[in-house]
């Protein structure tokens, strides 16, 4: 018959402290395992709201040169008097400005470390801390 085995009130001190090692080893092991899967995740996560912003801001540039072109162009020979190509540049600058801002804080807001927090094994590892204290405290009032 093994120390597992034997009944409790004849376990030593000794069995019941490599008992509970023994057992929160293996919980340990279990979080890292879960804590490298999340660290995936978050990798992952990270990626991809990295190449949103970087895409998106490829994108607006591309699309911004082009259309401030058109529009700073259409502006200075219609609609201001005298040809005022520098005050269209200007108004073109404000908007695609406010633009590229917007995209680039949506984009932020997925790289927030709030977003990239492992909340699962957190609260495995609160969970893991208070089953080690009850355990500790019954097998230390049953002895």
């Given at each position: 018959m093994g120390v597992v085995d034997a009944p409790r009130e004849t376990r030593s001190f000794a069995a019941l402290f490599r008992d509970?090692?023994?057992?929160?080893?293996?919980?340990?092991?279990?979080?890292?395992?879960?804590?490298?899967?999340?660290a995936g995740e978050v990798g992952t996560r990270v990626a991809r709201g990295t190449a949103q912003v970087a895409l998106g801001a490829v994108l607006l540039l591309l699309g911004t040169l082009a259309l401030a072109t058109g529009v700073v162009l259409l502006a200075g020979d219609q609609w201001l008097p005298d040809d005022r190509y520098w005050l269209a540049a200007l108004v073109i600058l404000v908007l695609t400005g406010a633009l590229a801002a917007w995209l680039a804080r949506k984009g932020m807001a997925q790289?927030?470390?709030?977003?990239?927090?492992?909340?699962?094994?957190i609260e495995t590892l609160k969970e893991d801390t208070e089953w080690l204290k009850q355990r500790m405290t019954s097998d230390a009032t049953s002895k």
């Open positions: 509970l090692a023994v057992a929160s080893a293996e919980v340990l092991r279990g979080e890292l395992r879960i804590a490298r899967m999340e790289l927030h470390p709030s977003q990239l927090a492992p909340e699962q094994t």
